[in-house]
């Protein structure tokens, strides 16, 4: 079975400031890997995804992650964050060949002016 | 045009009440998702329809009956509601034949909350 670990329940970090936010995930195959965002009282946005490819991947907002496959991780990261990125942000997992996407517990970006 | 809508936004209801959301998606996906995200922001599928076939069924009670009557729509029905059923779902929809990356689309969920 995969499962998802986001290391950080909570990331409080001043606006301007760089921040990862942590992600470990087990699988005994090979996944496709994202991360979502959700701001207060909305739905799930994908922030970007890893299929395949260079590691590195960049999505919306000045997002960032890289896929580690030997320390099965994938942290995001952003340089310099800004008010409107408060929100809750979900990594996920997806094992090829399976419908299901597994997400990890959620980690709350609270940035202060 | 909101890709994938559900409705009620909000739904209060007395235990014991049977209550139905709806979830439509004009994508052109050919799969749909029920997830509940309860009071810790933990998101956990429920069910799956592919081309209106069940595919996933996770350990739900069966109070929990969804419907699918046709690709671009997936509805939820919830008997005898109790209120550890108070959580918000969300209904997602993604491509999974010939792309098959897995990439989810969410509405934007429906607060159910059981007095």
């Known amino acids: 079975a995969q499962s998802v670990t986001q290391l950080d329940s909570q990331v409080p970090v001043f606006e301007e400031a760089p921040v990862e936010l942590r992600c470990n995930y087990s699988s005994s195959v090979s996944v496709y890997l994202f991360w979502y965002v959700q701001y207060p009282n909305q739905g799930l946005q994908l922030l970007l995804k890893y299929l395949s490819g260079s590691t590195l991947v960049k999505g919306i907002n000045g997002f960032e992650a890289e896929f580690n496959k030997s320390q099965t991780s994938f942290h995001l990261r952003k340089p310099s964050v800004h008010i409107s990125d408060t929100a809750e942000y979900f990594c996920a997992v997806r094992p090829r060949g399976a419908q299901k996407l597994v997400f990890g517990q959620g980690t709350r970006l609270t940035i202060n002016p | 045009d909101t890709a994938v809508s559900q409705t009620p936004k909000y739904l209060v209801t007395q235990m014991g009440n049977d209550k139905s959301i709806k979830c439509e998606q004009n994508?052109?996906?050919?799969?749909m998702y029920w997830y509940k995200q309860d009071s810790k922001k933990f998101l956990k599928i429920m069910f799956s329809?592919?081309?209106?076939?069940?595919?996933i069924n996770e350990t739900v009670p069966n109070r929990f009956s969804p419907k699918s009557p046709d690709k671009a729509h997936l509805n939820l029905h919830i008997n005898s509601l109790e209120l550890g059923d108070s959580a918000v779902y969300f209904c997602?929809?993604?491509?999974?034949?010939?792309?098959?990356?897995?990439?989810?689309?969410f509405g934007e969920g429906s607060r159910l909350t059981v007095l």
């Open positions: 994508l052109g996906h050919d799969t």
């Open positions: 329809y592919n081309n209106k076939e069940l595919i």
């Open positions: 997602a929809s993604s491509q999974v034949r010939r792309t098959n990356t897995g990439e989810l689309f």
